[in-house]
């Protein structure tokens, strides 16, 4: 069983069964685990189905693998976070106390990619990851894929890693500040994505925001590393200081992140103008409509030049919450986050530092990057509404009991 909760944590590997980048684990695991169906999920399951139903009726049925696939790829996350809300104390546990081992195995493992000592492997990471690799990316300015597809998702399930390991800790204060530096060094320089280093400095920023002196040492510490390190994710960085308007800024970063921001912005453009999106499953088309609709130009932006001769292709939005903007549109996302939001707020309920930053973490996420099946960050999105479930109970059971002694006090007073 083991095995089963830690390939929640690597979605990439899939032994050669299937060409999709995420296999569903977490759909397995569900399975597994679940004790009962959430009223929640079923009423977001039936808005994703009803979509994809219109949707395959208004193209007579010819995409109807892709509906299907569309479908699995929002459920698989979703399936974890709730059967998790729904699993047992000793099953959260568990999950809690694999995440030490998994993220000491995966900084380990970064350190030997990097080395080349694990390039003989090559074929054992192609049959577990097909888009895998079993040392560095450096031939192309890259860095490690650790078990993920590139160095980009390995970054960003890493960071959330370290995030629940971190939360769950028993460490001091002051040795967490000198493991944060160290693990915002490792992203620069072995793992070495933009992406996940622009990912960890939102992170930090939210954890330290009112511990003013503490965020001033790990501002110039921060600085320090990206300034001293050579690598394409500190110099993306460095580069953003180097323009003189937000405009220039905005441009580099939209051509600098491939299709990602593109797929991003033009989802939720498209959403607000088609209210209702256009429909689970037809991405391959609505994608392409939506971003010459959001007023981009294919011969303007690299990635298209060099992938798609100057002009657009089919690019699935690179966040939870863009796609159900592109495929279900403003109405279907309003209401998934509302069915959501009860989570959010018992979470941050707990008015822990660390706590609220997983929870930001966790939205800025859903809302900006991320692929839409990935469970990593609904993992532990979960546990964090458990522990804070917990916690609230005692509060309320507290609450209550002072209630019933101020009641007895006064009874016996009156008496």
């Known amino acids: 069983m083991n095995f089963l909760r830690a390939l929640l944590f690597f979605p990439s590997i899939n032994f050669g069964l299937m060409r999709a980048e995420i296999f569903p684990w977490a759909v397995v695991y569900s399975l597994v685990v679940i004790r009962k169906l959430n009223i929640r999920l079923v009423i977001i399951f039936f808005v994703f189905l009803l979509s994809a139903i219109l949707a395959s ?14 479908l699995a790829a929002y459920l698989n996350p979703l399936l974890a976070f709730f059967a998790i809300l729904s699993a047992s104390k000793k099953e959260t546990y568990r999950l ?58 390995a970054g960003y399930e890493l960071l959330f ?17 000198l493991l944060d530096g160290l693990f915002f060094l490792y992203i620069l320089t072995v ?25 001033l040492v790990l501002i110039l510490f921060f600085v320090a590393l990206v300034s001293f390190t050579e690598t394409r994710a500190s110099n993306l960085i460095k580069d953003l200081f180097t323009f003189g308007s937000f405009g220039e800024i905005y441009d580099y970063i939209i051509d600098a992140s491939g299709f990602r921001l593109i797929s991003i912005i033009s989802a939720y453009s498209y959403g607000i103008t088609s209210l209702f ?3 689970v499953g037809l991405w391959q088309t609505s994608s ?33 919450a863009a796609n159900i903007a592109l495929d279900l549109g403003v109405v279907g996302l309003a209401i998934v986050l509302i069915l959501m939001s009860k989570y959010i707020t018992t979470a941050l309920r707990q008015r822990r530092r660390d706590n609220n930053a997983i929870i930001w973490l ?50 016996v007073e009156y008496s």
């Open 57 to 70: 009726i208004s193209t007579n049925f010819l995409f109807v693998s892709e509906h299907i696939r569309s």
């Open 277 to 279: 999106g256009g429909g």
């Open 191 to 215: 793992i070495q994505s933009a992406m996940a280093a622009y990912l960890s400095i939102f992170y930090f920023s939210v954890l330290y925001v009112r511990h003013y002196k503490v965020s």
């Open 288 to 320: 392409i409509v939506a971003m010459e609709s959001a007023g981009f130009s294919a011969v303007d932006i690299n990635f298209f030049i060099f992938h798609a001769n100057s002009e657009f292709t089919s690019i699935r939005p690179t966040s939870y």
């Open 96 to 153: 809690q106390k694999l995440i030490q081992p998994l993220f000491i195995f995966l900084l380990t493992l970064g350190v030997f990619q990097v080395s080349g000592l694990l390039a003989s492997f090559e074929s054992i990471f192609s049959f577990l990851i097909p888009r895998g690799a079993s040392d560095s990316l450096s031939n192309i300015g890259r860095g490690v894929t650790l078990l993920a597809t590139e160095p980009s998702r």
């Open 161 to 177: 890693v370290y995030a629940g390991w971190r939360h769950f800790s028993e460490k001091t204060v002051r040795s967490l500040m």
């Open 362 to 411: 966790f939205i800025f996420s859903f809302f900006l990057i991320g692929a839409v099946g990935n469970p990593v960050p609904w993992v532990l999105l979960a546990l964090i509404v458990r522990q804070a479930q917990n916690v609230v109970k005692i509060e309320d059971n507290f609450k209550l009991g002072d209630s019933l002694k101020f009641v007895e006090n006064k009874r």
